[in-house]
């Protein structure tokens, strides 16, 4: 656990993203609230992305880094929406229910999933970088993320739909994490391939100039 890192800082308003970054990059409020989080937290690397990307959690590769999506699941994430990296990181802002990794499982499958309170204080980053980002797409990736961000309780049946989050345009993936089996079953390959299709064709409208 990672203690003693400052108080954590939260203004009444932001009026711009690098503002924010500055006191995301140093939050412990789940530390301070008693929680047993094991890296500081993540960031997303730049402030000009127009479409969001809202994952879960850091894994421990991310959380050493303090970089999201470097590890196996960030691979097999833009392999499924088939961009190199460079582009990847370019196009998304990467941000995530709670922004630091949260330690192994207590069944040891997998990471811990960050409990309703630190998902609670962790959505204070997220309804800021909305805020000043306005993003043109969002992406959603897992189960958590999509309940968190829209409500909606099954992921399964989301994934090759589009939602929308106040007029903003929301694609829900499945998580590329190896701890789900989710992936087994032929017709969740069918709805990953309908999902990555839709967020192909909502990066064209958004990067027109990239295709
Ligand atoms: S998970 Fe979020 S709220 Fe909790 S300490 Fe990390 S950045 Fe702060």
Same mark, same amino acid.
């Given at each position: 656990m990672l203690e003693g890192f400052g108080l954590t800082a939260r203004k009444s308003s932001y009026r711009s993203l690098a503002s924010l970054q500055r006191d995301l990059a140093r939050c412990r409020a789940c530390v301070e609230a008693?929680? #047993?989080?094991?890296? *500081?937290?993540?960031?997303? #690397?730049?402030?000009?992305? =127009?479409?969001?990307? &809202?994952?879960?959690? #850091?894994?421990?590769?991310?959380?050493?880094?303090?970089? #999201?999506w470097r590890g196996r699941a960030g691979?097999? *994430?833009? %392999?499924?929406?088939?961009?190199?990296?460079?582009? &990847?990181?370019?196009? &998304?802002?990467?941000?995530s229910v709670t922004r630091c990794y949260p330690g192994g499982a207590p069944t040891g499958r997998g990471d811990r999933t960050p409990t309703? %309170?630190?998902q609670e204080l962790c959505s &204070?980053?997220?309804?800021?970088?909305?805020?000043?980002l306005r993003p043109r797409l969002i992406v959603t990736v897992g189960g958590l993320a999509l309940r968190r961000l829209l409500g909606l309780p099954s992921l399964t049946p989301c994934v090759g739909e589009r939602f929308e989050l106040q007029g903003t345009p929301v694609v829900p993936l499945p998580h590329p994490?190896?701890?789900?089996?989710?992936?087994?079953?032929?017709?969740?390959?069918?709805?990953?391939?309908?999902?990555?299709?839709?967020? =192909?064709?909502?990066?064209?409208g958004v990067y027109p100039q990239k295709q």
């Amino acid at each position: 656990m990672l203690e003693g890192f400052g108080l954590t800082a939260r203004k009444s308003s932001y009026r711009s993203l690098a503002s924010l970054q500055r006191d995301l990059a140093r939050c412990r409020a789940c530390v301070e609230a008693g929680y #047993p989080l094991e890296s *500081l937290p993540v960031r997303a #690397p730049g402030a000009r992305q =127009r479409a969001y990307l &809202f994952g879960q959690a #850091p894994g421990v590769v991310e959380g050493e880094e303090r970089l #999201p999506w470097r590890g196996r699941a960030g691979r097999t *994430l833009r %392999r499924w929406l088939e961009v190199e990296e460079d582009e &990847f990181y370019a196009a &998304f802002y990467c941000a995530s229910v709670t922004r630091c990794y949260p330690g192994g499982a207590p069944t040891g499958r997998g990471d811990r999933t960050p409990t309703p %309170r630190e998902q609670e204080l962790c959505s &204070f980053w997220r309804e800021w970088e909305l805020e000043l980002l306005r993003p043109r797409l969002i992406v959603t990736v897992g189960g958590l993320a999509l309940r968190r961000l829209l409500g909606l309780p099954s992921l399964t049946p989301c994934v090759g739909e589009r939602f929308e989050l106040q007029g903003t345009p929301v694609v829900p993936l499945p998580h590329p994490s190896g701890a789900s089996g989710w992936l087994n079953d032929p017709a969740n390959r069918k709805r990953l391939e309908a999902a990555a299709v839709l967020v =192909r064709e909502e990066l064209s409208g958004v990067y027109p100039q990239k295709q």
